[in-house]
């Protein structure tokens, strides 16, 4: 399924994207977010029924994305997100 963390404003959309079909739980995003944006549980809050471990976003920085992911986008031509490039499976995406 589609996990969906973030929130609206009058400048956008700021949402991440786990797509719990995808993501193993390896931790990758973890070690490389600057920002403490993801942890790994073992029991997925969006859906109990699903087996093994889960990257979610924190609870604190659901309605700070736009902010503390800003060292990662400088400017709209964005580089790749370190999150982004460290899932290998793809199950990380932004809305902006
Ligand atoms: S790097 Fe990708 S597969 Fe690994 S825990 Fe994060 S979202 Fe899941
Ligand atoms: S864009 Fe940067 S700060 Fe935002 S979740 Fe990805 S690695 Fe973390």
Sequence with gaps: MLANYGYKDGSGDYFITINTDLCNGCGECVAVCPANIFIVVDE????????????????????????????????????????VEACKTGAISHSW
């Excluded at 609870?59 to 999150?83: G, M």
């Design 44 to 83: 997925d809050p969006n859906d109990p029924m699903r087996d093994g471990p889960v990257a979610i976003v924190a609870e604190e920085k659901k309605k700070k994305l736009k902010y503390e992911c800003n060292p990662c986008k400088p400017t709209q031509n964005r580089p790749p997100l370190p999150c």
